[in-house]
């Protein structure tokens, strides 16, 4: 059975990098780049190849095409996530906005877009990597659990349970889901989100946040559409509420 990404960073050895790209310059300077910089990494050239690297090698974050021979990257994406919350950042050159909403719904944690400057994408390969690292008890409130109609969220464990079932969540919802129920009834205004999630250069990502709203909606309210927990502040930010 895969190994979760929290066992993954808990492991010794360099941070390992899958590399999912057909391009062969690409690529090379995506290797050449990560690997300059201490990075273990693995590339596959289609999406059945990176499924299997995945599965085997238990990457710590996936750089992932979405032009892909054998299917399309977003096919590859809900593959991973069947099992596994690892980041996964997707490097497209497809601008459309629709396809940036896209990828994040079927789970992607970032979306750079071709061509980009390799100095960017480090950093955000790095933020991606923080926001997967399991957080220590020194670091989460001494009460620990925090319950909310019909779910309860666990802090200490990184954890969230539905209806006595456990939800699973990735680590960019689990950031954000973090930081919302730390100020409950407080407004946390879309800039600080996008910062504190995805780092400081995000500020104007607001379908990220869109997006992976939606998403916890759909897991931990019992109707979606009608909010109870998760409340949208029209162009300011969003609030959690008991």
């Given at each position: 059975m895969p190994r979760s990404t929290g066992e993954a960073?808990?492991?010794?050895?360099?941070?390992?990098?899958?590399?999912?790209?057909?391009?062969?310059?690409?690529?090379?300077?995506?290797v050449i780049n990560l690997k300059a910089r201490q990075y273990a990494v693995d590339v596959a050239a289609d999406g059945a190849q990176a499924l299997r690297l995945a599965a085997e090698r238990h990457p710590d974050v996936v750089l992932l095409d979405l032009g892909l021979p054998d299917m399309d990257g977003v096919e590859v994406l809900r593959g991973l996530r069947g099992?596994?919350?690892?980041?996964?950042?997707?490097?497209?050159?497809?601008?459309?906005s629709d396809e940036k909403v896209s990828a994040l719904d079927a789970?992607?944690?970032?979306?750079?877009?071709?061509?980009?400057?390799m100095d960017e994408l480090m950093a955000r390969v790095r933020a991606a990597v923080r926001r997967a690292e399991p957080v220590g008890a020194e670091d989460t409130p001494e009460e620990g659990v925090v319950e909310a109609?019909?779910?309860?969220?666990?802090?200490?464990?990184?954890?969230?349970?539905?209806?006595?079932?456990?939800?699973?969540?990735?680590?960019?919802?689990?950031?954000l889901l973090e930081i919302l129920i730390g100020s409950p009834g407080r407004l946390v205004s879309q800039k600080q989100l996008l910062q504190e999630v995805w780092g400081p250069t995000y500020t104007r990502e607001t379908n990220y946040l869109r997006v992976y709203m939606a998403q916890l909606r759909r897991k931990l309210e019992p109707d979606p559409s009608h909010p109870r927990h998760f409340i949208t502040e029209p162009g300011m930010g969003y609030r959690f509420e008991h």
């Open positions: 960073a808990r492991r010794a050895g360099p941070t390992r990098v899958l590399v999912v790209d057909d391009e062969p310059q690409m690529a090379r300077a995506l099992w596994t919350r690892v980041p996964v950042i997707v490097l497209s050159a497809r601008h459309s789970g992607a944690d970032d979306y750079v877009t071709k061509p980009f400057g109609g019909d779910f309860t969220v666990d802090l200490r464990a990184k954890k969230v349970s539905r209806d006595g079932r456990d939800v699973r969540l990735t680590p960019t919802e689990w950031h």
